[in-house]
């Protein structure tokens, strides 16, 4: 694998030794940050799913037509909070991942199928539902990030 060299750009002296102690602090950390906060994202959207709670996820059960909108909403549900805990147990991330790329056809066809309901001018002004699915898009390629760690996330560090 090809090393990326860092810009020091910012100069020489205690203004570069603290930059690189701040870019040193985000690369140890800022990948499992990443996984975890996302995971728990995953994980408590797919609770408030469970739990009865409204999310625009009835926009994806109007386009997954496979039975009752309260069932397909359940299932979402139970699907992210999977999505969530695989994210969040590093062993299960290709899991999460191979589960994320299942659902991302739904989303991206619900943007589509429904652009009534997610766009108020398509393409440039989508409405709230809408602009809830294209956020979707941005997570799944966040997953994607975190993917390219498979083969071993480094452990966080800090040089002194």
């Known amino acids: 694998m090809q090393q990326i060299k860092r810009s020091r750009a910012i100069g020489t002296g ?33 609770t408030l799913k469970l739990m009865g709670f409204e999310t625009a996820t009835g926009l994806l059960s109007k386009t997954i037509y496979w039975g009752p909108e309260d ?50 001018d398509a393409p440039l002004a989508p409405t709230p539902e809408g602009q809830f699915l294209i956020k979707d898009l941005l997570l799944f390629s966040a997953a994607l990030v975190i993917g390219g760690t498979v083969r071993g996330e480094r452990p966080p560090h800090v040089h002194h």
């Open 14 to 46: 205690r203004l570069a030794v603290l930059d690189e102690r701040v870019a040193s602090f985000m690369e140890g950390w800022g990948h499992l940050l990443h996984r975890v906060s996302l995971g728990v994202m995953f994980l408590w959207f797919g």
């Open 71 to 120: 069932l397909v909403v359940a299932v979402l549900g139970a699907w992210e909070m999977a999505v969530g805990i695989a994210l969040i147990h590093r062993p299960l991330i290709r899991l999460a991942l191979l589960l994320l790329a299942i659902r991302l056809p739904a989303t991206a066809l619900a943007l589509v199928l429904e652009a009534d309901v997610t766009f108020a």
